[in-house]
């Protein structure tokens, strides 16, 4: 596609339900990050994938969030047992060097 | 830890007027990239740089990569109202595992 897209753009979720957001990297960019943006503050890194595999988990704020990626394109992010500290916006980005990272406009989920 | 700092955090100015916002690191980066970020999206790649010294000048924008690329200052002259955002720096180290972010400096141009 011609940019990153992620689904869905809001998620309202109840405490203690698993939630799965998608991103939808640009064809052919083999990086792909996961952040989290709570409301007026930077981004928090979660996880980076260099073609399917994560070498860098680093980010992932307890055992409740997971991620992957096939194909060397799409990436799920899997949050479950959600909690109230879980609601913020979460920006996906891929790029074809790090230097330069494209972002979706993100899925904003809250947990109520 | 890698740390990146923003200052200000916050800047009210009035259109017209000059402005700089500071990025500032203990570490040095292989690169850093300047992002907007407006509200309801993602942050948009401005500028990166990667040269010490480096200056790269994007419209009204002008972008500095400190010497010792530690550190970094975006100025804007003549600020419009469509200049409203949060502006975000990143730094990349060596490989491409981890990207770090300032915490951002939200910037209001008032008419």
């Known amino acids: 596609g011609a940019g990153v897209s992620q689904s869905p753009s809001n998620k309202v979720t109840e405490k203690g339900k698993d939630v799965e957001l998608r991103c939808d990297p640009i064809?052919?960019?083999?990086?792909l990050y996961w952040y989290r943006q709570r409301l007026g503050q930077g981004l928090e890194f979660l996880i980076y994938f260099q073609g399917n595999s994560a070498p860098d988990k680093s980010g992932l704020p307890s055992d409740r969030f997971s991620a992957e990626r096939t194909g060397e394109s799409v990436s799920t992010l899997t949050i479950q047992r959600t909690q109230q500290e879980d609601s913020a916006v979460y920006l996906c980005?891929?790029?074809?060097?790090?230097?330069?990272?494209?972002f979706g406009a993100g899925t904003r989920l809250s947990v109520l | 830890t890698q740390l990146l700092e923003q200052s200000p955090q916050f800047l009210s100015i009035q259109e017209g007027e000059n402005l700089t916002v500071y990025c500032n690191s203990s570490?040095?980066?292989?690169?850093l990239q300047w992002y907007r970020q407006e509200p309801g999206e993602g942050p948009v790649l401005l500028v990166t740089v990667v040269t010490g010294g480096e200056v790269k000048k994007l419209k009204r924008l002008t972008f500095q990569f400190g010497d010792a690329r530690k550190d970094s200052s975006l100025h804007i002259t003549a600020a419009q109202t469509g200049d409203t955002g949060l502006y975000l720096c990143a730094g990349a180290g060596s490989s491409a595992s981890k990207i770090i972010f300032g915490s951002g400096t939200r910037l209001s141009i008032r008419p």
């Open positions: 570490s040095v980066f292989s690169s």
């Open positions: 980005a891929s790029s074809l060097v790090a230097r330069a990272q494209y």
């Open positions: 064809s052919g960019h083999t990086a």
